[in-house]
């Protein structure tokens, strides 16, 4: 399954800035935001997809209303087998929220996803986030990004 996590300090230690490899090192317990196969299974793609796009607004959305501040959002993409997470669903975190059942693990990195706007101008808006997105191998552009 495609996951999401934050990654910048917003999220706790690991930031964004520091990282030079495309992995990440997603401690036990930790949260995410994925669709699994089963709430995808017989779904046309452009429906898989709205899921998947669903589930990275709520791992932003939830960061947002979390802390408004004025930096921008950072969010790691990356690949979980299902049987990894359990669902961890609620209104305060969203209908594709999981948590981490093993113990931490390090994940290659699919991509960087980078708000658009500060969190506190995310939180504010009724509509889906915009995102830059960044290849996994572009974390010295994601840096220059979020330091302008």
Known sequence: MRVF????????ETSVLDMTVPTFDLPAGARVWGVPASAT????GDEAEEREFEAMCECILSLAHAHRSEGRIAIAA????DR???????????EWSHLLKSEAITV???A???TQ????EVADDPYAPDVFWFDASEASAVREFLEA
């Open 117 to 120: 706007n500060s969190a506190a």
């Open 41 to 44: 299974k017989g779904l046309a």
């Open 5 to 12: 996590c934050p990654v910048n300090a917003l999220a706790g």
């Open 112 to 114: 960087y996803l980078i």
């Open 78 to 81: 990356f690949d979980l087998p």
């Open 108 to 110: 290659p990195l699919r």
């Open 84 to 94: 990894a997470l359990e669902s961890d669903a609620s209104a305060d975190v969203g």
